[in-house]
């Protein structure tokens, strides 16, 4: 009966201690002479990455009812926990070290081989490769056509289009896939190969930058694809403006001079080196694979002012910085996933003016049949995209079908 009250007791202390120890470590936390204290600094870590932002909702009962009010109360209870981002990172870091499995950003985030990370949605897409290559192969004829048909218009106007597809990190590194995938993708290049194909015949100029990243690999003796990123490294993306560059001199009476750069490899990875890596959130995490550093050799540009509009996903952030950091062009403006949001850049030190994209309205369009080169880019895993989609329909609806194709003023 002792050992029965004992067991009782200790486990209405452990409660207690559950219940009411966080909030005394809150209150703790933000007294003025206790901020300093070690036991605050080993449990107050800050998580990485993209959080919600819940809004405070009315106090009433109809937001009582659909539990906005308590959703709020929760997430803001949470947050204010010291230890609950501590035992968030020790979850992660048990995982990761002794499972090689995150459940980081929804299970969205793979660890693979070698430590290699990996998005899902870029492995799926390459281990269903049969089933897309005989789903997208039926759908790429008409999507060549559309992208024809931009072409023929910017060729029209005096412009200079591009087509540039960008590469996949799981078609870059297929070996790198968990065993678990039972991937039997060989040669996924079939695909991009087939889109620029369709696209050569239609005399459409045509980057495929995917294709370069494996001579590029061996050429400069480091891959091009950072072990904590999903995206290439600054080196791949140097290459791939090296040849967006010598088609742009194909195709435009204004030469361009071509990027001249320099690298060394680095045991300090950071930027879009670690964008995968900071999402996991790890207790101990150690930054220490080797990347290339690229420095660029500044030179004064041999042409009169170009303008270039970028119309495309998250690859296109290191082709931006080198085109800015090289003064490629006189002004960059990236159209992100044509509709999120338009930024327009007029130098590498300065942050870009940002502004909506409403894709009814004409104005939204003045960067982009304004520029001198027009450059659409979609990712290797997601030809077709939604993003190119919408900006063919936009253009099809406010500036096909009008009589006049003259530049917007």
């Known amino acids: 009966m002792k050992n029965l009250f004992f067991r009782y007791n200790l486990l209405w202390i452990l409660l207690l201690a559950i219940v009411f120890l966080p909030t005394a470590l809150v209150r703790l936390k933000h007294a003025p002479h206790h901020r300093h204290n070690p036991l605050l600094k080993i449990l107050d870590v800050e998580?990485?990455?993209?959080?919600?932002?819940?809004?405070?909702?009315?106090?009433?009962?109809?937001?009582?009812?659909?539990?906005?009010?308590?959703?709020?109360?929760?997430?803001?209870?949470?947050?204010?926990?010291?230890?609950?981002?501590?035992?968030?990172?020790?979850?992660?870091?048990?995982?990761?070290?002794?499972?090689?499995?995150?459940?980081?950003?929804?299970?969205?985030?793979?660890?693979?081989?070698?430590?290699?990370?990996?998005?899902?949605?870029?492995?799926?897409?390459?281990?269903?490769?049969?089933?897309?290559?005989?789903?997208?192969?039926?759908?790429?004829?008409?999507?060549?056509?559309?992208?024809?048909?931009?072409?023929?218009?910017?060729?029209?106007?005096?412009?200079?289009?591009?087509?540039?597809?960008?590469?996949?990190?799981?078609?870059?590194?297929?070996?790198?896939?968990?065993?678990?995938?039972?991937?039997?993708?060989?040669?996924?290049?079939?695909?991009?190969?087939y889109m620029e194909k369709l696209l050569t015949d239609r005399k459409v100029p045509v980057v495929n930058t995917a294709n370069l990243m494996q001579p590029a690999t061996q050429y400069y003796k480091t891959p091009m694809f950072p072990e904590g990123g999903t995206h290439w490294n600054y080196l791949g993306a140097s290459v791939g403006a090296n040849a967006i560059i010598n088609a742009i001199n194909q195709n435009s009476v204004t030469p361009l001079p071509p990027l001249r750069f320099q690298y060394h490899l680095t045991n300090a990875p950071e930027g879009t080196d670690t964008d995968l890596f900071s999402l996991l959130n790890l207790l101990k995490p150690t930054l220490t694979y080797r990347v290339p550093k690229v420095e660029y050799l500044l030179q004064t540009p041999a042409h009169r002012a170009m303008t270039a509009t970028i119309i495309g996903g998250s690859f296109c952030g290191q082709l931006i910085d080198a085109f800015l950091k090289n003064r490629t062009f006189s002004e960059v403006d990236f159209y992100r996933y044509f509709k999120l949001e338009h930024s327009h850049f007029i130098n590498a030190t300065e942050p870009p003016l940002i502004k909506p994209v409403n894709p009814n309205e004409m104005a939204s369009l003045d960067a982009i049949l304004n520029a001198d080169v027009v450059i659409l880019e979609e990712n290797s895993a997601v030809i077709g995209s939604n993003h190119g989609d919408l900006l063919f329909n936009t253009l099809d609806k406010l500036v096909f079908s009008k009589k006049s194709h003259g530049p917007v003023a």
């Not at 109360?73 to 949470?78: A, Q, V, Y």
């Not at 789903?135 to 004829?141: E, F, Q």
């Not at 029209?156 to 289009?161: D, L």
Request: hydrophobic share 35%; aromatic share 12%; proline share 5%.
């Open 47 to 193: 998580l990485t990455g993209v959080t919600d932002t819940i809004t405070p909702p009315p106090f009433d009962l109809a937001h009582i009812r659909s539990h906005e009010v308590q959703k709020y109360l929760e997430d803001k209870w949470t947050k204010n926990l010291p230890m609950r981002n501590w035992l968030v990172k020790l979850n992660n870091q048990i995982f990761y070290s002794w499972l090689k499995k995150s459940y980081s950003i929804n299970g969205q985030l793979v660890v693979g081989k070698s430590n290699q990370l990996f998005e899902l949605a870029y492995i799926k897409d390459h281990c269903d490769f049969e089933n897309a290559l005989a789903r997208k192969k039926s759908d790429l004829p008409a999507w060549a056509d559309k992208v024809k048909k931009m072409s023929d218009y910017f060729h029209a106007q005096g412009k200079t289009f591009l087509y540039v597809m960008t590469p996949s990190k799981a078609e870059y590194m297929p070996e790198a896939i968990p065993n678990r995938f039972h991937c039997k993708a060989t040669d996924t290049n079939v695909l991009i190969n």
